[in-house]
Structures are given as structure tokens and as C-alpha cells.
Nanobody, 115 residues
Framework: QAQLFEESGGGLVQPGGSLRLSCVAAGDILSIYDMGWYRQAPGKRRELVAGITLGGGTRVVDSVKGRLTISRDQTKNTLYLQMNTLKLEDTAVYYC????????WGEGTLVTVSS
């Protein structure tokens, strides 16, 4: 069964570093739904960290404000998460999905922030 979301761009980065995550969504998902980036840290529940509406409005949780930026390119069916000034506590598997999450989850992409 084809995945609805394919996340990529994660990796190992030092504190203060940057990464850009990408999520390619199947079909017209990005044109139909508000979208978001979620993350699940070890031993914790999955949480929404950034969202973007169909109208282009964006919101992020306070813990990532000023550091993480969500964007969307509907011509490429791709959702992005620009991550700057990364902290140890940003270590997690990052996923994209609708907001609220309605569709099957992808495999996510692992971000590890470590010195």
C-alpha cells in the first residue's frame, strides 16, 4: 500500500545547527487539508509543533517559536519544516499529517541533536 506521506531530511546535527525537513504528500492532500508537522520524542507522546492552513496562515508551539518555520509548495505536493538553532530537546521523529491528524502516518524522519 502506497504511503500518503513521505518525510525526509532528518539527520544528526549539533546544537545550534539547522535542518530542512520535507514531506511529499500523495494526491491533492495539501490542497484539501490544513497541514502540520508533528514530532515524537523518545518516551513521549506525539505532538503537533507547527501548522499551516489552506490560506497560508502558520502557527508554531511556544517551544519552537522563532526557530522552526513551516511552509508549503502545493505545486510540488511538498510540506517543509525549516529548523534553525536546534536544541537537544528537538530530538525526535518528525511526521507530517493533516491538522487535526486524520490520515495514515508515514514513517517519519529522525532528527537527532547531539554534541
Amino acid at each position: 500500500q502506497a504511503q500518503l506521506f513521505e518525510e525526509s531530511g532528518g539527520g544528526l546535527v549539533q546544537p545550534g545547527g539547522s535542518l530542512r525537513l520535507s514531506c511529499v504528500a500523495a494526491g491533492d492532500i495539501l490542497s484539501i487539508y490544513d497541514m502540520g508537522w508533528y514530532r515524537q520524542a523518545p518516551g513521549k507522546r506525539r505532538e503537533l509543533v507547527a501548522g499551516i492552513t489552506l490560506g497560508g496562515g502558520t502557527r508554531v508551539v511556544d517551544s519552537v517559536k522563532g526557530r522552526l518555520t513551516i511552509s508549503r509548495d502545493q505545486t510540488k505536493n511538498t510540506l517543509y519544516l525549516q529548523m534553525n538553532t536546534l536544541k537537544l530537546e528537538d530530538t525526535a521523529v518528525y511526521y507530517c499529517n493533516t491538522v487535526p491528524s486524520k490520515l495514515e502516518w508515514g514513517e517519519g524522519t529522525l532528527v537527532t541533536v547531539s554534541s
